[in-house]
């Protein structure tokens, strides 16, 4: 795809959302359901059943995904989408992109062994390699925009507003 087609495709978009922004809001959705068998949540994806589970580090046995490897994925799904769109928004040469992101975790917090440690990931580290012979100034607004436009980046950057609800029946009898 070039940047004619990617126009072409985003500019009606861009135009009903600037007339009502209300056509741009768009809820998604994530389900799953705890296993029956083993400390493990199967989690719909679209394409596959996913199951996971607790990481090595907790007590896992390493055969399940782990859900903070899901969310550094889902941030490496997100950034190589996202430059790849502004790369070719941008008509910028891009021969090859790999992108790795990396998180630190402290899994005494997890556990519950130190109050003081947190749960949840300390530093994320999101790291692109880039083949492109294109020069330093447009390789910084490639990188400037792609963490701008990165849903998952932006979202873990912004913290937004989260919440918890449950409902629940009577067991079958």
């Given amino acids: 795809m070039d940047a004619t087609e990617l126009k072409s495709l985003q500019t009606p978009l861009k135009d009903s959302y600037r007339e009502d922004a209300s056509q741009a809001l768009v809820t998604l959705r994530a389900r799953g359901s705890i296993d029956d068998q083993s400390i493990a949540c199967k989690v719909e994806t679209g394409r596959a059943l996913a199951i996971a589970g607790l990481h090595p580090a907790t007590g896992g046995s390493g055969l399940e995904l782990c859900s903070g490897d899901m969310l550094l994925e889902a941030l490496v799904a997100c950034a190589g989408v996202t430059l790849k ?40 580290r999101l790291k692109f390699d880039l083949d492109t012979d294109e020069p330093q100034e447009r390789i910084d607004t490639l990188l400037k925009l792609t963490e701008r436009y ?8 912004a913290r937004p507003e989260l919440s918890v609800t449950e409902s629940h029946s009577a067991p079958k009898v």
Avoid: S, Y
Wanted: charged share 25%; aromatic share 8%; net charge negative.
């Fill in 150 to 157: 990165c849903v998952v980046f932006q979202t873990l950057n």
């Fill in 85 to 124: 769109a502004v790369a070719t928004a941008l008509e910028f040469r891009l021969t090859d992109a790999r992108l790795e992101a990396e998180g630190d975790l402290d899994f005494r917090g997890t556990l519950g062994v130190a109050k003081d440690a947190p749960v949840g990931f300390r530093a994320i």
